[in-house]
């Protein structure tokens, strides 16, 4: 019965395929729309987290000030930290895999007739496995390099592309401003991050090197700390913010002038904030799911009408109330799961399209593609309810009669 019910809804879409797909169109809209808003907004936020966890597996970054006051304001200055503050870090805190005192500055590099204006940090080697950043070519400083503040510089990607192109630049020279440097590694390429930055546009160098020849001051802008997996990160905050509290000789209920940020609580504040935001436009774009249904209901109140005849022959011979409203509850429900089936396809390939134009990930999400469908034949038969119950109440001598 079911079957024989099924085809006979088919035979009656394909007897006014113009208007059925009409009729779907708002299905159609509706789910490809949230399915390319959910795909979107999933590959967004793994590009996010992605992004983030580069920056540091498990990393805590300090630096002095009190951050940002209020809508555009500036940080709250403050004494900058020292090497020697790094150290103590590095040995009365525990479950630390390594700590990094950074400086930066910007200098115009140049090598031959090439140059480029590029970002400069000065650091230790727990830089590179605070960062997760590996080296792709070279070596990392040595000990008396570090110590004596030798001119040896690392590369990023796009220093390296830019002055030396496809050549090995180690080995060779360049000059950082007035200073000379010799080029003892490159890093591993890591792309552009969620913020805009080209990670990659940057050279790293002893932070001596960097006080003593380029900057002019023994200050560490910030303090890079990874932190041991099954480590609890808060803990370890707590005991850096303890320990700084002291050796800057902060009183009990003077508020820290430094911050210690964990990644972690911006990953989830960056993710949380994508997720809601996806949320939203699918909510929007979910409407017109409504106003498809809504179409779905007027379209199939007009079958009715002009059906009338037909349904009335069809209860004269001994078709029961429920046979009526079941073949047109399973018009419905088939009319618009083909709008969802094809809403679903288009919301895939807008979605694949978009992903690649903006340079996130393609997140394929199964269960979203179920409930799209699933709700798309649950909208054929909440909104087709109506219309096939009025077909099943005709009382046949009317229907008979109707012209």
Not at 63 to 70: D, H, S, T, V, Y
Not at 102 to 126: E, F, H
């Amino acid at each position: 019965m079911l079957w024989e019910t099924f085809f006979l809804a088919l035979r009656a879409i394909r007897r006014n395929a113009l208007r059925s797909s009409l009729t779907i169109l708002g299905i159609v809209i509706g789910v490809a729309a949230v399915i390319s808003m959910v795909t979107v907004g999933s590959g967004a936020t793994q590009k996010v987290t992605n992004d983030i966890s580069q920056l540091g597996s498990n990393m805590l970054n300090i630096r002095p000030g009190q951050g940002m006051r209020g809508p555009g304001g500036a940080r709250s200055s403050s004494d900058p930290f020292t090497v020697e503050d790094a150290v103590a870090i590095e040995n009365n805190v525990a479950g630390l895999n390594a700590v990094a005192p950074t400086s930066q500055v910007s200098r115009q590099a140049i090598a031959g007739g090439a140059n480029w204006s590029t970002s400069i940090t000065g650091t230790t080697n727990g830089y590179f496995p605070v960062r997760n950043w590996g080296i792709e070519e070279g070596r990392m400083f040595s000990d008396g390099e570090i110590n004596a503040g030798a001119a040896v510089g690392i590369l990023g990607a796009t220093v390296r592309e830019e002055l030396f192109g496809n050549q090995s630049p180690v080995g060779q020279s360049l000059r950082l401003g007035k200073i000379s440097f010799k080029v003892i590694g490159t890093l591993e390429k890591k792309g552009q991050s969620s913020f805009g930055r080209d990670q990659d546009d940057v050279v790293i160098i002893p932070l001596r090197t960097l006080q003593r020849r380029l900057a002019g001051n023994t200050d560490v802008d910030s303090i890079m700390v990874s932190v041991r997996d099954q480590i609890s990160t808060k803990r370890v905050q707590e005991s850096i913010e303890q320990l700084l509290r002291q050796r800057r000789s902060l009183k009990n209920g003077q508020p820290n002038d430094f911050m210690v940020r964990d990644m972690k609580e911006i990953i989830d504040t960056l993710t949380g904030t994508t997720t809601v935001l996806t949320a939203l436009l699918s909510a929007v774009a979910g409407v017109s799911l409504l106003v498809g249904g809504i179409g779905i209901m007027n379209i199939m109140m007009v079958s009715v009408t002009e059906r009338t005849r037909e349904i009335g022959t069809r209860l004269a011979i001994g078709a029961l109330e429920r046979d009526v409203l079941l073949q047109f509850l399973v018009e419905s429900a088939v009319l618009t799961s083909f709008g969802g089936l094809i809403g679903i396809a288009l919301g895939l390939g807008g979605a694949a399209g978009i992903c690649l134009m903006i340079g996130v990930p393609f997140v394929f999400n199964p269960g979203i593609i179920a409930a799209a469908f699933l709700i798309s034949a649950v909208i054929g038969v909440v909104f087709g309810y109506f219309p096939a119950k009025k077909a099943a109440s005709l009382n046949p001598i009317e229907a008979l009669r109707y012209e």
